[in-house]
């Protein structure tokens, strides 16, 4: 009669043994597909910031660029909405146009305020107002 009861505890014991084995296994696993997922959201995080980084420095040393189409003396830079405004002529004291300007690098594109100004501007709702303090 013993020997049937010490094999039941023995089965009970490889039984729970099994059940820590598979949650440590079941832990370690999921610990490293998470730090894998970390470290890919990491560098892809990283690689994001590069891009906008280097989208804004291109965009401040645009204008001093050898073939681009604006004299630097007539941008003034804005950077929320669109990049520069434009004021075409301003350094020959003669404005013939205002331009809105955004610069894109890379695969950039429009963000949703950068569209609103652009649509704005292409329904003329664009104002010219004097405010004396």
Do not use: D, P, Y
């Given at each position: 009669m013993l020997q049937p009861q010490m094999s039941f505890q023995t089965d009970i014991l490889s039984i729970i043994i099994g059940i820590v084995?598979?949650?440590i296994i079941t832990y370690l696993v999921i610990g490293t597909i998470k730090e894998s997922a970390i470290r890919r959201h990491r560098r892809d995080a990283a690689?994001?910031?590069?891009?906008?980084?280097?989208?804004?420095?291109?965009?401040q040393l645009a204008p001093l660029v050898e073939w681009f189409p604006y004299h630097p003396k007539d941008m003034v830079f804005i950077g929320k909405g669109f990049d520069y405004l434009v004021l075409h002529?301003?350094?020959?004291?003669?404005?013939?146009?205002?331009?809105?300007?955004?610069?894109?690098?890379?695969?950039?594109?429009?963000?949703?305020?950068?569209k609103m100004v652009q649509r704005t501007i292409q329904s003329k709702k664009v104002y010219y107002e004097l405010m004396k303090l």
């Open positions: 084995i598979g949650v690689t994001k910031s590069r891009a906008v980084v280097g989208g804004h420095i291109a965009e002529g301003l350094s020959q004291w003669n404005i013939t146009e205002i331009i809105f300007l955004e610069i894109k690098t890379g695969k950039s594109q429009q963000n949703h305020n950068e």
